[in-house]
């Protein structure tokens, strides 16, 4: 046996041991050179799955590691964290908060404590605190907890809009984490890996099930947002939901989708239609085959058409 596949094996092996210990990830992809995934299934979160139904991931330099949102709760935090030590012994320097969802940062004390330096947009941290409570609440009754879901402590560093900052994790691999606005929620930000020409979107792209627009979020900045994504020269996104794929895949399942609201909306606000006339007569059957269609295609109608009135004042 070769040294090369010495070393396989002996991962594979590692691998396999946490696969029949750990309870909520799969074991993480590896979609680029230098940048791996775990992704997750669509359906709502819940104790069955322990929260994990969204992508998450990790960027392995040559003197560092970087992890792109640090899940629902200190336990998954503690799956991801072992599944990185299984692949390399590189310390994890950088934690980045790509939004101020829970799944997105409930876990950030677990990797602070491994010496990593947090990373999040100003108004993601303003939500983060504000919001605390809330959040620690929603995680504890979900996951049926006995105690309340610990509350992480504040990011390290803070990303402003219209800023971006460097990230060297040694070995020629860097990161370019840049504010992407308001989106799905206020304050997202993406994470473009050198020279993998990979881009960690968060949940700005989505497919394989409905996105979800939120009461923090913004239909009409969201699709300038994924415009803005067209300029990059990226060959692989990771979204927020769904497979890493070229971003052509997202088209139809994000900006097609966010665009054909707004239209209809800002047309539904303008003519005066109420907002139940207004969300029965949106056509959505181009969509119907997205997972959780049911459970969201009203709801995001219904935000979509409050968030065009609230601006028509």
Known sequence: MTPNSHWHYLLGCMLGLIAMTA????????????AWAWVGPYEAPSKANE?????LGFIIGGEGVAVV????????????????HAITTLPIRYVINTNSQPHRFMGNDVFR????????????????????????AT??????LPEPVAI?????????AGDSVSLDLGGGVSLGVEHYGRTHTRGSLIVRVTPDDTVYAGDILCSGRLLSILPDGNVAEWISSA???????????????GKPRPLADFEQPTYTYLNALLTHMNNAVDNGTDITEAINSFYADAWKQLAMFEELSGRNASLTYLEREAEGF
């Open 139 to 144: 995680v504890t009754r979900v996951l049926e």
């Open 69 to 84: 949102d640090s899940g629902y709760s200190p336990a998954m935090a503690n799956e991801m964290l072992q599944q990185i």
């Open 51 to 55: 929260g994990f139904r969204m992508n």
């Open 113 to 136: 404590q491994e010496g990593a330096s947090i990373i999040a947009a100003t108004e993601a941290a303003e939500r983060m605190h504000n919001e605390a409570a809330e959040f620690s």
């Open 23 to 34: 309870h909520a990830l799969p074991l993480p992809e590896q979609v680029s050179t230098h």
């Open 152 to 160: 992480p402590a504040a990011p390290d560093r803070l990303i402003g």
């Open 227 to 241: 415009e803005r994504l067209r300029t990059l020269k990226a060959k692989l996104f990771v979204p927020g939901h």
